[in-house]
């Protein structure tokens, strides 16, 4: 059985998902996924992008906004805006609001996050074994310069309410240092055939994974085929907005430069869209397998066509 370990972020990750996992069904599917996007809300945690993966894959997300539950109310959220308690910015519905209690609960009776992780996947059933990137807190914060003042916001403000309508100077994922590789990441990275990169978010979803010391070397190391698909396409991302994010970091929007920002150190081979055919000649310059196909996913048959193609590279680049 062919063993897949994908790492995710929130929306992208997530429809690509289900796209592999009508690409490969018999597969057996490790997604590593990002935790910097958590927030503290109302005493509460919140994962945004577990949950993202999980709803996806297991049936219960809200398919036009990707993220949050499908048929949601907001009663929970109203009562607490009449007491004056926000953020009022970020949306969390009386469903959503159930697996936030019993997330905080089971790491308050002292549950890792990835056994809790685990214990949510049993009710939604996600057909993937979900990992977040590590048990210990890692929260992304973003450098930005707010009336005047340089300061440091949490990711989600900056997403959320900001709209990353401002630029983001710096992008930290504050805590990531000293954080280790949650139980089983690295175990699944080891035994993976191969180790494939969404068109998630290279800056704050799949940059903020590789930033957990342990998990860029292992992946580097592993000695199998790691493939990406391109998040961007014909210079804008697909979705989201990512070219704030890549400017912090000093790489332009383009899936050439996304490719370089990776390295061939890391990647193996690189998806693009085909309205960015030209850019295969700079990526393979790079070291890096190229190709150019479809990339939106636009519905599930067209990013099944995606995790297909994404496998076909790995199978190539495996020399
Ligand atoms: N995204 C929004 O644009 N607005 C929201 O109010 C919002 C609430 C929210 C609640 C729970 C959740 O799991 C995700 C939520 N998201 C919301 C999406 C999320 O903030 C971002 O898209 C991801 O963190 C980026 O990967």
């Known amino acids: 059985m062919q063993r897949i370990v994908v790492l995710a972020g929130g929306i992208g990750g997530a429809r690509f998902l289900r796209g592999l996992k009508a690409a490969a069904p ?3 599917i490790t997604v590593i996924g990002n935790t910097g996007d958590d927030i503290h809300l109302f005493g509460l945690k919140v994962c945004p992008d577990l949950d993202t993966v999980m709803y996806t894959l297991g049936g219960g997300i809200n398919e036009e906004q990707g993220w949050g539950r499908t048929d949601e109310t907001f ?3 109203e009562e607490l805006a009449a007491y004056g308690v926000g953020p009022e910015w970020f949306g969390l519905g009386d469903r959503d609001f159930a697996t936030h209690i019993v997330r905080s609960q089971m790491l308050a009776a002292g549950y890792p996050l990835s056994a809790v992780t685990e214990a949510l996947c049993d009710r939604w ?5 979900l990992i977040p990137m590590s048990d210990d807190r890692v929260e992304t914060h973003v450098a930005v310069e707010l009336d005047g003042e ?3 916001i949490h990711f989600q403000e900056y997403w959320v309410r900001l709209r990353a ?3 983001a100077l710096a992008v930290v994922p504050v805590g990531a240092e000293q954080a280790k590789p949650a139980p089983g990441v690295l175990e699944a990275v080891a035994e993976a055939d191969v180790v494939l990169f969404p068109p998630s ?3 704050v979803s799949v940059g903020t994974i590789l930033a957990v010391p342990g998990i860029r070397e292992a992946i580097a190391d592993a000695g199998v085929p790691v493939v990406g698909l391109s998040p961007i396409v014909g210079d804008a991302p697909v979705r989201g907005m990512a070219d704030k994010v890549l400017a912090a970091v000093g790489v332009e929007s383009s899936a050439a430069a996304v490719a370089e920002h990776y390295g061939s150190g890391l990647l193996d081979g690189w998806l693009v869209d085909t309205v960015d055919k030209g850019a295969v000649e700079r990526v393979e ?3 890096i397998r190229c190709k150019a196909v479809p990339l939106m996913m636009t519905d599930l048959d067209a990013t099944a066509e995606m995790a297909r193609a994404a496998l076909a590279m790995a199978e190539e680049v495996r020399g």
């Open 75 to 77: 009663k929970v959220k």
């Open 150 to 152: 340089r300061k440091a």
């Open 165 to 167: 309508s401002v630029d």
């Open 125 to 129: 059933q996600p057909g993937v074994r």
């Open 201 to 203: 978010n290279p800056v």
């Open 26 to 28: 018999e597969a057996d």
């Open 285 to 287: 310059a790079a070291g």
